[in-house]
């Protein structure tokens, strides 16, 4: 990718971003669970957005030609996308509701995982340290955390689909609104389709610092998926928690998110190989 088109795609994502944004932060004015965000914890989102993003842009092309190569080498793309123009309306629907679900599938596999395994939860963490869940948040994710999903969502899907062709509206509700939407900091109950589609109330749970929430509600777009795999977590009616995490505030600081993880991985390493130099130099 030349200097040129990294600017013009990083441009025009940013500016997108950036609008959606403003309009989900407007939104959450009207009714909001939290009334006292202070500012700062917006705009470090936004500074964040707006750095990391350049990075992920960064890295497409090399897992593009990585995503390629596994391809070929597999003879994948076993499910072939229909060509624009052979479907009506109800069969694209099906189609793009389909592929959203095992969007859905491999996410909820990988953000399982990410919870169950301490050393994955390290590029997980400054997601959830959150403590002003709010529309930003969505875009708090490590940059590891990106490479994580490339290889645990993008990659499988790129393999399932041979050149899967989604309207752009399906592009823009799905994967760039939706995330938005689900961490707003708005007081949005959506009644009995709480268990089939992911809303802010739904997701806070996710993010709740009380226990009893730990470990639900992993699913980003379709919460039956919960169900299915018994994390599902019904909230009350008036039920907003409190979110982040217990053990760790919520740092406003960019060089420590990224380094974060790094610094943690070594402590355990050394940790390990210190406990275990000690017990064999233990006499016996
Ligand atoms: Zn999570
Ligand atoms: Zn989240």
């Not at 953000?111 to 997601?127: A, G």
């Not at 689909?161 to 939706?178: C, E, H, R, T």
């Not at 053990?247 to 943690?264: A, Q, T």
Request: aromatic residues 14%.
């Amino acid at each position: 990718m030349s200097l040129e088109s990294w600017w013009l795609s990083y441009s025009e994502l940013l500016k997108q971003v950036l609008l959606t944004l403003f309009a989900f932060v407007c939104l959450e004015r009207f009714i909001p669970i939290q009334r006292s965000h202070s500012i700062n914890a917006l705009i470090f989102n936004v500074s964040y957005k707006i750095l990391n993003l350049g990075l992920v842009l960064c890295l497409i092309p090399s897992f593009a030609l990585i995503a390629q190569k596994i391809k070929v080498m597999l003879h994948a793309g076993y499910i072939r996308w229909p060509a624009p123009g052979s479907l009506d309306l109800f069969q694209t629907i099906l189609w793009c509701l389909a592929y959203a679900f095992i969007w859905d599938l491999l996410q909820y596999a990988g953000h399982r995982m990410q919870h169950s395994i301490p050393f994955l939860f390290e590029i997980h963490k400054f997601h959830h340290a959150e403590r002003a869940l709010n529309a930003s948040s969505t875009g708090r994710k490590h940059i590891l955390e990106h490479i994580f999903e490339e290889f645990t969502i993008v990659l499988p899907l790129i393999l399932i689909f041979s050149d899967p062709v989604l309207p752009v509206i399906v592009q823009s509700l799905f994967f760039n609104g939706w995330g938005y939407f689900n961490h707003m900091n708005a007081r949005i109950d959506l009644g009995p389709l709480t268990s089939i589609v992911s809303g802010p109330q739904f997701h806070r749970i996710h993010h709740s610092i009380d226990s009893k929430h730990y470990n639900k509600n992993f699913a980003a777009f379709f919460p039956f998926i919960d169900q299915i795999f018994g994390t599902y977590y019904k909230p009350s009616a008036e039920e907003y928690p409190d979110t982040g995490l217990e053990d760790r505030d919520d740092v406003h600081n960019l060089l420590f998110v990224y380094v974060e993880p790094l610094k943690n991985w070594s402590s355990a390493i050394i940790k390990l190989l210190s406990n275990s130099w000690r017990t064999h130099s233990e006499p016996t």
